[in-house]
């Protein structure tokens, strides 16, 4: 089978108006398809199809400016999370590092973090390993590099080793770890291991979303978040696959009070901006999320 053919600006606007969507004002809409492609934006009507596999709308209900909101909302909300995520990845990567050095690399030559034998997922920690020395390969010519390549015989102490690491390979690292370091870890945070090794992974994907501008509006999300029985049975309607039990994730995950509590009203003010053009549904929150949120941000 073929692949679609490619059009011009003005035959993408023709096809959004072809299949049904109201209200294009045309030059509007070619000034937006010239810096926002077609295929992105039109993944904010999809709500609006007949059916999931028809490419048609459904008649007289997707508005052009009603799905331009949409992506307005989308945009600014994935601009307030990555601050956030930023805050809680620092934090992370810091206490990674430290509680497992303080563990393992106390004794010399303060190296025992390159040693698979430490490890208990020891596919994880290789793949880790190989990241990294890609990683490495990309900053050869940074100081640090040089500096540990000369100094160190190319080996790098674990707090370095975590900046230089993607947070999915930190999160990664931590799964791949012995149960008594990631007990220990989880603990100085306030969790338990099971639950950092998916709140972690979780954080990784929604990281990566925002980093890389993908919509976070009506997607599924994979892992599902690993929710308490106590509170899947007081907050049953909430849906561990969506963005709401993603941003609850972020939300317990901050280290500071103050933060979670800034996050909470500033996502609230931005839905209250837009709430007659979003479904709340498609994004997983609930009537009571404010209440949620506020509950559970330990």
């Not at 692949?3 to 003005?10: R, T």
């Not at 993408?12 to 070619?30: I, K, N, P």
């Not at 880790?128 to 990309?138: A, I, L």
């Not at 969790?191 to 501008?213: F, M, P, Q």
């Amino acid at each position: 089978m073929e692949l679609k053919e490619p059009l011009q600006i003005s035959e993408q606007v023709d096809r959004l108006a072809g299949h049904g969507m109201t209200g294009v004002d045309r030059e509007a809409a070619e000034n937006l398809l010239s810096v926002v492609s077609y295929y992105r934006f039109s993944g904010y009507a999809l709500q609006f199809r007949k059916a999931p596999n028809d490419s048609d709308f459904i008649k007289d209900v997707c508005n052009y400016g009603k799905v331009c909101r949409i992506y307005m909302f989308d945009t600014k909300l994935r601009n307030l999370l990555r601050e956030f995520i930023e805050t809680t990845e620092i934090y992370y990567r810091t206490q990674i590092s430290y509680h497992f050095s303080m563990a393992r690399c106390k004794m010399p030559p303060h190296d025992q973090h390159y040693n698979r034998n430490n490890y208990y997922r020891k596919e994880f920690f290789d793949q880790v390993m190989e990241n990294f020395r890609k990683q490495k390969d990309y900053y050869k010519d940074s100081l640090v590099t040089k500096h540990h390549h000369i100094k160190y015989r190319d080996k790098y102490p674990l707090w370095v080793m975590t900046e230089m690491l993607s947070f999915s390979n930190v999160s990664k690292l931590y799964s791949s770890m012995c149960d008594s370091d990631k007990e220990r870890i989880a603990s100085a945070v306030g969790t338990g291991k099971e639950t950092l090794v998916n709140h972690l992974h979780c954080l990784s994907v929604l990281r990566n979303k925002c980093a890389h501008a993908a919509r976070l509006y009506n997607t599924v999300y994979n892992p599902p978040v690993k929710l308490s029985t106590s509170f899947l049975k007081k907050n049953s309607q909430v849906n561990n696959s969506s963005l709401f039990a993603y941003i609850l994730v972020l939300v317990k995950r901050l280290p500071e009070e103050a933060e979670k509590i800034d996050l909470i009203n500033r996502v609230d003010e931005l839905i209250q901006g837009y709430k007659d053009d979003i479904n709340m549904q498609i994004i997983g929150f609930p009537d009571n999320y404010i209440d949620i949120l506020i509950d559970n941000r330990r």
